[in-house]
């Protein structure tokens, strides 16, 4: 079976730029989870997506937005980036909702680095 | 206050001994413990899953939960090179994933 596969796996930008990240979960899974993962902060819980709906969302900025579509694909948008948005993007695919007893499995993610 | 505080590290090694990594977390809601692996530039792999108080043995690793004490540890028996990674835990429950800030350890040959 697949795993979890995040596109593109680098990207560079600069100030004020928005930014599309996409994950596509493993096959049957139907929440998907979007973290930021930084040195200084950890991982840190941006949003969860099950069945095209947003289930849950951390302390982030409007800026940071998600969508689910019905075949459980994700994409993740990132607006008006800034200097502190360089991170590593993870997606973590579930077969319910993370929040239950689903075990979360992670994409190898997005590196992004803003300019 | 963090609700998952994890022993921050870093820890090294030598090939063979015993590892013990541990996590404290202040919310009851959590009812569901994970330990990932994260490599350098890799996204976390899960390692064990388990969501009682007790011990869970997976070959050379075992969870530890103690829900009263709210307290997780991952014990890593005879490491080897290859276990050299940063390790995260992580806790689910009231709809949310928490995770700790990670251990890196370094085994060395």
């Known amino acids: 079976k697949a795993g979890v596969t995040q596109t593109p796996r680098y990207l560079i930008k600069t100030r004020g730029q928005q930014v599309t990240l996409s994950c596509s979960p493993i096959?049957?899974?139907?929440?998907v989870s979007w973290y930021q993962q930084t040195p200084g902060q950890g991982l840190q819980f941006l949003f969860e997506y099950f069945s095209e709906t947003q289930r849950n969302k951390g302390n982030f900025p409007g800026r940071f937005s998600g969508r689910q579509f019905s075949n459980s694909r994700s994409e993740m948008n990132v607006s008006t980036l800034e200097l502190g948005d360089s991170a590593l993007y993870l997606c973590a695919s579930s077969l319910g909702v993370a929040g239950g007893r689903n075990e979360q499995f992670f994409g190898p993610g997005t590196r992004l680095t803003v300019l | 206050q963090k609700e998952v505080e994890q022993d921050p590290g870093p820890l090294s090694v030598p090939e063979g001994a015993i590892v013990s990594l541990n996590c404290t977390y202040s919310n009851s809601a959590f009812q569901y413990f994970m330990w990932y692996r994260q490599y350098s530039r890799k996204g976390p792999e899960l390692l064990m899953y388990?969501?009682?108080?007790g011990n869970k043995e997976d070959g050379r690793f075992t969870a530890q939960v103690d829900k009263s004490s709210k307290y997780i540890s991952l014990f890593i028996r005879d490491s080897q090179p290859s276990d050299s990674a940063t390790y995260l835990c992580a806790m689910m429950g009231a709809g949310k994933s928490t995770f700790g800030d990670g251990t890196t350890l370094t085994v060395k040959p």
């Open positions: 096959s049957g899974h139907r929440s």
């Open positions: 388990t969501y009682s108080s």
